[in-house]
């Protein structure tokens, strides 16, 4: 046995680079070959092998450090290997040159290594290895969507969904089940309920879109002072009476035209390993509705060519549709985006769940008058609570931003009067 120092081979550009893992620890046996460090710089990662075997007797490197070819990264001790070395005539050369010839034919087979190391290493800048090792993510079997192959945060982000969502497609449900270890009436008085059948079925559709969408929500506030002086001077012209016209019929015909003017958010993207995705030409708005039995979702058809009258009698008429459990099946299916509203129970911002197969819901909260700092001075705005939550496979942040910029425009004093028309 004897003691040998394990350094930094040739690695050619790379100089003073940081140490991102230690993939070995003292008192472990390695092998020639196996991965001791990573070490990363501005432009790539690369994993340093052993050129020798043997047991880790210290380590002088840690992560965070800096290294350089020639610097030392382990301590071995290794065993000899002289064995099965025929000697004739000459022991002392011949071994001599057995051994060159040796050392020669590692050294090369490591730089080799590293080599195809560098040349085979799958393309992403270090924050994005970054992320991807935080997820536990082997950025190797990860697609690239840049040119060249090149890896972003969002391919990860779509590795995951893809991978999570597999996962609970290859699983039983019963796979799923936690035994608990206890009985709820142990502690004191229970009741065996049937949960409601609308909410068994919709479990199913909720946990898909869960585990199968990349979630991020949007947190915004809509001045909607103007439109709600507008809305609440609405009169019949034969009665005179008031007309009971809900928040909900304005921020209907506000969406309609936001997505024709961002139409990623109409679409679908169910095909998504075939690089697909479905554009939808029409404009059918979910609207969910709290019923007795769960939540259901029907659909307002061609919300873009109804006037915020008829839009108003529609909502009234598809959610006792759904209350009474009257509602056709297929009006349950086939929407552009869905709106879900908590305005007229109470709360502000939440994060509601996209309706799969469609890429984004938006989610309203309850209205309040709110000191707002407008031209040097605080005065009182009516402010609605939006929450966007959005598909992040097909819509990123800055597209989300503008599109709520959209709406809020669309629900301001300037066009109050005319999504009335």
């Not at 690089?275 to 307002?300: C, E, Q, R, S, W």
């Not at 009257?326 to 911002?349: A, H, P, R």
Request: proline residues 3%; positive net charge.
């Amino acid at each position: 046995m004897s003691k040998k120092n394990i350094k930094v081979p040739n690695i050619g550009e790379f100089k003073d680079v940081e140490v991102i893992e230690v993939l070995i620890k003292k008192g472990q046996k390695i092998k020639k070959n196996d991965p001791l460090i990573t070490i990363e710089s501005d432009k790539s990662s690369v994993e340093i092998p052993s050129s020798d075997e043997g047991t880790v007797i210290s380590l002088n490197v840690k992560i965070g450090d800096k290294v350089s070819e020639g610097d030392k990264i382990i301590e071995i001790e290794a065993e000899e290997e002289f064995k099965g070395i025929e000697v004739e005539k000459s022991p002392k050369i011949q071994l001599s040159k057995e051994v060159d010839k040796k050392e020669i034919k590692e050294n090369k087979e490591t730089e080799n290594i590293i080599i195809k190391n560098v040349l085979t290493r799958t393309s992403a800048s270090p924050k994005v290895r970054k992320f991807a090792r935080e997820l536990g993510i082997d950025i190797n079997k990860v697609s690239g969507s840049e040119r060249q192959g090149r890896i972003t945060e969002s391919d990860v982000k779509l590795f995951v969904a893809t991978k999570s969502s597999k996962s609970f497609k290859n699983q039983n449900v019963t796979d799923q089940k936690i035994k608990l270890e206890y009985s709820h009436s142990e502690f004191g008085e229970v009741e065996i309920k049937d949960i409601p059948r609308i909410k068994k079925l919709s479990s199913k559709y909720l946990i898909n879109s869960w585990s199968k969408i990349p979630h991020v929500t949007n947190h915004d506030e809509a001045d909607i002072t103007e439109l709600e002086e507008f809305r609440t001077s609405l009169t019949d012209i034969y009665s005179g009476e008031k007309k009971k016209i809900t928040p909900l019929a304005f921020i209907v015909k506000a969406l309609t035209v936001s997505l024709k003017k961002f139409p990623n958010f109409n679409t679908s993207i169910d095909e998504i390993e075939n690089g697909k995705m479905t554009v939808k030409k029409y404009f059918h708005v979910g609207i969910a509705v709290d019923t007795p039995n769960g939540l259901m979702v029907p659909k307002l058809r061609n919300a873009d060519n109804k006037n915020i009258s008829l839009i108003s009698t529609e909502l009234k008429k598809i959610s006792q549709q759904c209350r009474d459990l009257k509602i056709d099946k297929k009006e349950l299916f086939g929407g552009s985006m869905t709106i879900t509203s908590l305005g007229g129970i109470g709360g502000s911002f939440f994060t509601p769940i996209v309706n799969y197969p469609e890429v984004a819901i938006l989610g309203v909260g309850r209205a309040e008058k709110k000191q707002v700092f407008i031209n040097g001075k605080f005065v009182t705005r009516t402010m609605l609570p939006l929450s966007l939550s959005y598909d992040h496979r097909i819509i990123d942040g800055a597209e989300a931003a503008r599109f709520n910029n959209e709406l809020k425009e669309n629900l301001g004093k300037n066009f109050a009067y005319k999504l009335a028309v």
